[in-house]
């Protein structure tokens, strides 16, 4: 009898945690061939495409984030421009929430918001001027899937 009490309570577990697994999201990105991430510097932002497969979830949210190097001038108010400090910016873009496709595989192409200038303070001469960035130098870029609000997948790609 406890052999068959313990057999029925290992089972009944296991029938219950099946289920959970049958659900399990399994969103990812390509990682090889044409549908591979691919990311850009596109001087003062960073562009991203690419591939996911295997969504299940209700909805889905691509994100990417990279980090750069980025140059600043600074202009005073006669006009002269003379050469700021360098500053690390973090740029991001995003899908927004989306449906999840029927077929499971979405195309995303996304582009960086361009970063803000740093006050003039901070890398610039002194406090009069105005700072402008005039490139971001970027070396990688995060990707990150989410489904229905949970991290499934992330990949760090090269920029170039």
């Not at 290992?10 to 061939?33: D, K, Y």
């Not at 562009?47 to 984030?65: P, Q, S």
């Not at 989306?98 to 803000?116: H, K, M, S, V």
């Not at 960035?133 to 970027?138: A, N």
């Amino acid at each position: 009898m406890k052999r068959y009490l313990a057999a029925t309570a290992i089972a009944s577990v296991l029938a219950l945690g099946l289920p959970g697994t049958a659900f399990a999201q399994s969103g990812h990105f390509i990682e090889g061939g044409s549908g591979a991430p691919a990311c850009k510097d596109i001087g003062l932002q960073v562009n991203c495409t690419g591939k996911v497969a295997g969504l299940g979830g209700t909805t889905f949210e691509i994100t990417v984030d990279a980090q750069g190097v980025a140059k600043i001038t600074c202009r005073n108010h006669g006009g002269k421009v003379v050469p700021g400090k360098s500053k690390t910016v973090d740029v991001t873009a995003t899908t927004g929430p989306l449906p999840t496709p029927r077929n499971g595989q979405y195309t995303f192409n996304l582009t960086t918001e361009a970063p803000t200038p740093p006050p003039p303070g901070e890398v610039c001469p002194n406090g009069n001027c105005t700072a402008e960035i005039v490139d971001v130098t970027f070396n990688s870029a995060t990707l990150s899937l989410s489904e229905d609000g949970v991290l499934v997948d992330q990949v760090v790609v090269n920029v170039s």
